[in-house]
């Protein structure tokens, strides 16, 4: 296809394009004359990351050129790649040096090794969730995070897993894994502050 | 106490204090000499619902004046007060006039509906929900929206709502409903990337 129709179909404008083109972050078409080029579907998957990465992960462009890095380097096994989408999308937290945030990050540790789960060391979200326990603490708010863990698992496993396509381009699979991160994570916000309202509304209006 | 302690033992700065009672966020302190002015629990409580509003909630100061009226006005079930807190928390998402908001807009009050939940048919969450669902249509997400409605329903019921002192007094219910609310949904996110890396590695290593 010509870049007009490419741009058309992934809804990425033609300058958009010829920049990505530029950044090396999208490959190059067919030169098929002078000032003309094809494109084809490896094209298409590429802007349609891209699009994921940047409007629904809210990535900036330097983060979405690590993210392309690691699906074009066939080397790395499909998992660590994900894993590269995947603590690009989490929030950047810095460790601080104090006993409560020991504390609590110690509390991290152990509730992942309690659970069993397969999770770097020194993935971000250990970190993430570290802070939010110094919050809670610091404010007050009682802990009981096991059976957020037990929901969050059960998610993951009967549904989520289900959507992203391991044996497919590993584009493809890179979008699929943070479209499903970012907005069944919206789609549950949303759906948790409705039952809180039903409950409120059950307990008192009772 | 005097508006030091006061201040020290809020962690708000007298300043601030000053402005607050200005703006009639705060009651007045009961005025012991022409320059002195005594305050008590019930200050700090504000204060401690206001800095869960702001810090945590980050809700604007002109929310937080809203959300203070529902507290003082007495004649307000306490379901509805804390119902103005939670509202003020969601996102503003404007409705769309297509017909493609319309029909997610529809599915949203169909699962309402079909779940039994007891949600007000103005409440933000359900537009907030129809937004993510047109997103998701729009990029090929698949939707499977009854699991994750279980699990938020169980954990708000089971562990939420035995956090909110419903019974207390009111700026301490609106305090815990707004810190369970953002905190818990902080740590339930960190939870759910941590359960997608330990379930990726292990359907990639198998």
Avoid: C, N
């Avoid at 994900?82 to 152990?110: I, K, M």
């Amino acid at each position: 296809m010509r870049i007009s129709e490419l741009s058309a179909r992934a809804g990425v404008a033609i300058p958009t394009i010829k920049y990505y083109l530029r950044e090396g972050m999208l490959h190059q078409g067919e030169q098929t004359a002078a000032t003309r080029a094809e494109y084809d579907g490896t094209h298409l998957r590429r802007l349609r990351m891209i699009r994921a990465l940047l409007e629904v992960g809210r990535l900036s462009v330097a983060s979405i050129k690590k993210v392309i890095e690691s699906v074009e380097d066939e080397s790395l096994p499909t998992h660590e790649m994900l894993g590269t989408a995947h603590y690009a999308l989490s929030p950047a937290v810095e460790p601080e040096p104090d006993e409560e945030w020991q504390a609590a990050r110690a509390d991290v540790d152990a509730l992942v090794e309690e659970l069993g789960w397969d999770v770097h060391s020194d993935a971000p979200t250990r970190d993430e969730l570290a802070q939010t326990i110094v919050r809670m603490r610091q404010l007050g708010v009682s802990i009981d995070l096991a059976p957020y863990a037990e929901a969050a698992r059960k998610l993951v496993a009967e549904v989520e897993m289900g959507t992203i396509p391991f044996d497919g381009p590993r584009d493809a699979a890179v979008e699929a894994l943070v479209l499903g991160t970012v907005l069944y994570g919206r789609a549950f916000d949303a759906l948790r502050r409705m039952a809180q309202e039903s409950e409120s509304a059950r307990r008192m209006t009772r």
